[in-house]
């Protein structure tokens, strides 16, 4: 990534037709996020394991809906759930193929913490002739951002929802899925899904992260975890229970500052 990236809008930054929805300011945390920051880490049994991650699509709720905790065997887990009125499902499958083309648009999503966004690819939009979820599904998002304090070059390669044993997309639900890396080393270190279904206010999404442990792997060669990669896989995900915080915190910073104008911005370029 490149040295001189900073954070917000610059010089002639907002001047693109969605410039407007930069908003710097961000909304205070849901009381939910902030109950669960101050119960602090949780036990291993309350959080979801990975082999059943697909459960996230299931009617109602799991045990931990917003918390993180640190495993036995060195991962953690982080869940989260925003509420999000007037949106659907679709704005957010639209949303991951739109924005990761432009810094400029990624910047949208979290003011305090993004700082580029671009395709591996080196398209823009991708093949015009795909819709929704097949413009990101299979494809690369080299990404620059801080959590907390720390800066993260990451590698987002998102997959198919089947891929996590979720349910195929539809009208009432989306899974965002994806293996998350560095972009600048051969080393993934997690799974994310973000779940979205509609309620009767709009849509809830339902956020799951596996970091670390076991998940740290040299890209292409599944199940290699060597002494060689520790080192990057460290610097990625720093100390667990630190880190799992900070996922926390920036995930419901970003998905609810979004939400906020999401439907005005998918009614305005929704169509592209």
């Not at 600048?184 to 442990?213: C, K, L, N, Y």
């Amino acid at each position: 990534m490149a040295d001189d990236l900073y954070l917000g809008y610059r010089g002639d930054d907002a001047n693109t037709p969605f410039g407007k929805f930069f908003k710097p300011e961000m909304a205070a945390l849901p009381a939910h996020v902030v109950e669960a920051l101050e119960h602090g880490p949780q036990g291993g049994m309350a959080l979801l394991a990975f082999d059943e991650a697909g459960s996230v699509a299931d009617e109602g709720y799991q045990q931990t809906e917003n918390g993180y905790g640190v495993l036995d065997d060195g991962s953690y887990q982080v869940s989260v759930r925003t509420d999000m009125p007037g949106v659907t499902p679709a704005m957010w499958s639209w949303w991951f193929g739109w924005h990761g083309c432009d810094t400029r648009r990624y910047k949208l999503w979290h003011p305090r913490a993004h700082l580029s966004a671009a395709w591996k690819d080196g398209s823009k939009d991708g093949d015009a002739r795909r819709e929704g979820a097949q413009r990101y599904i299979g494809r690369w998002s080299l990404i620059s951002e801080y959590i907390g304090s720390s800066k993260l070059n990451g590698a987002i390669q998102f997959v198919a929802p089947a891929d996590m044993g979720c349910p195929p997309d539809g009208d009432g639900a989306v899974a965002i899925c994806a293996r998350l890396g560095a972009s600048d080393a051969p080393v993934d270190v997690g799974w994310f899904i973000h779940h979205v279904r509609s309620t009767q206010a709009g849509a809830e999404m339902r956020s799951r992260f596996w970091m670390g442990g076991p998940y740290i792997s040299v890209r292409k060669a599944p199940g290699v975890a060597s002494r060689a990669v520790r080192p990057i896989a460290a610097r990625i995900l720093g100390n667990a229970e630190t880190s799992a915080r900070n996922l926390l915190v920036h995930c419901a910073q970003e998905m609810n500052h979004l939400a906020g104008f999401l439907p005005e911005l998918h009614a305005a370029f929704g169509d592209e």
